[in-house]
C-alpha cells in the first residue's frame, strides 16, 4: 500500500521554529520528487517547496524562502520541511506529495502547522 505519513506539526509562537518529516512507504522513494503544500484557511492550496529525486535541487516559494529548508533521506524514505521564524501566515495544514512523470501524485494527510502568540 503506498502511503505518504507526515508528522511535527503543532502550535508555536511567532518567531519559533518546526521541522515536519513525511515518511514514504510502499514505493521507490528516490524515483519521486518530493513537494510540501500548505493550505491555509479560506485560501486555495499553495505550493511551498520542492526537492528533486537525489535532492540535488530545491525550490521555495517566494514567502519562505530563506526560512524553510527542505531536504530528503532517501535512505530513510524521508522528506523534511525545516520552518525558522514562523509567521502566523505559515498556519495552515501542510501536506506531502510525491510527484513522477505519468504517475497520478500521491499525497499525505497532512499535518496542522500553528503560528500563534
Known amino acids: 500500500q503506498v502511503q505518504l505519513v507526515e508528522s511535527g506539526g503543532g502550535l508555536v509562537q511567532p518567531g519559533g521554529s518546526l521541522r515536519l518529516s513525511c515518511v514514504a512507504s510502499g514505493l521507490t522513494f528516490n524515483n519521486y520528487d518530493m513537494r510540501w503544500y500548505r493550505r491555509a484557511p479560506g485560501k486555495e492550496r499553495e505550493l511551498v517547496a520542492g526537492v528533486t529525486e537525489s535532492g540535488g535541487t530545491t525550490d521555495y516559494a517566494d514567502s519562505v524562502k530563506g526560512r524553510f529548508t527542505i531536504s530528503r533521506d532517501n535512505a530513510k524514505s524521508t522528506v523534511y520541511l525545516q520552518m525558522n521564524s514562523l509567521k502566523p501566515e505559515d498556519t495552515g495544514v501542510y501536506y506531502c506529495?510525491?510527484?513522477?512523470?505519468?504517475?497520478?501524485?500521491?499525497w499525505g494527510q497532512g499535518t496542522q502547522v500553528t503560528v500563534s502568540s
Open positions: 506529495s510525491a510527484r513522477a512523470s505519468f504517475r497520478i501524485p500521491i
